[in-house]
């Protein structure tokens, strides 16, 4: 069974600096892995998807990476903003109907 | 932009009473999902439909919830009778097919208080 772990569960760091997000799984015959960002009390936002055969994607700020035979993934955001405190979940496909996400990285930017 | 729509956002109802929540998914998307999350938690898939076929059920408790999409386009999570534990957001996602690449789009979610 394939298990998502994120660490941290919570970080807090002040303004314009530079953070990296974990996820790791268990299970590396995967299709992709997908970060998407989660506002309180809101739906999730998709950011990034990475296939299997790539190594890493970027947008704007934001730059995902891959490494299937180690079973991590990691989130990379440049130049960190108040506006960019949220939760953060990676999700890790399969299949087509099997998709698992980890608990999220709660992301606190202070002023 | 297109949007999954969701309704209704909040939900607040007494144990052992019915809840229906429905989904009208992105125009032209086949693939439609059906999300639980608690709190603290990541979204756990309850069923997966491909137009009007369900593709995958084998998580959503079938004693008191249903699901259905009947003309392959919107879609209805009832759930009845309601239990406490099932207080959480139901998120409704969807995608242009079931192809593993395609990316997959979440609406706001419905939170639901069993009281």
């Known amino acids: 069974k394939q298990e998502v772990t994120q660490i941290p569960a919570a970080l807090s760091v002040p303004e314009g600096e530079n953070l990296v997000l974990n996820c790791s799984f268990t299970?590396?015959?995967?299709?992709?892995l997908q970060w998407f960002r989660q506002d309180p009390g809101k739906g999730l936002t998709s950011l990034l998807l990475?296939?299997?055969?790539?190594r890493e994607q970027t947008s704007g700020r934001l730059n995902a990476s891959l490494d299937k035979s180690s079973g991590r993934s990691t989130l990379y955001i440049a130049a960190s903003q108040p506006g960019d405190s949220a939760t953060y979940l990676c999700a890790v496909r399969r299949s087509n109907n099997d998709m698992r996400f980890g608990a999220g990285t709660r992301l606190t930017v202070k002023p | 932009e297109a949007e999954v729509a969701q309704s209704p956002r909040y939900k607040i109802t007494e144990k052992s009473q019915a809840v229906a929540f429905w989904c009208d998914p992105i125009?032209?998307?086949?693939?439609l999902y059906w999300y639980r999350q608690i709190l603290g938690q990541g979204p756990e898939l309850l069923v997966q439909?491909?137009?009007?076929?369900?593709?995958?059920d084998s998580q959503l408790p079938k004693d008191r919830f249903s699901a259905e999409r009947l003309k392959g386009v919107d879609s209805t999570l009832k759930i009845q009778p309601a239990e406490l534990g099932d207080s959480a957001m139901y998120l409704c996602?969807?995608?242009?097919?079931?192809?593993?690449?395609?990316?997959?789009?979440f609406g706001e979610g419905s939170w639901l208080t069993v009281v």
């Open positions: 990475i296939q299997s055969s790539q």
């Open positions: 125009s032209g998307h086949a693939t």
């Open positions: 996602a969807s995608s242009w097919s079931d192809n593993s690449g395609n990316t997959i789009y």
């Open positions: 299970d590396s015959a995967i299709y992709n």
């Open positions: 439909f491909q137009d009007e076929s369900v593709v995958d």
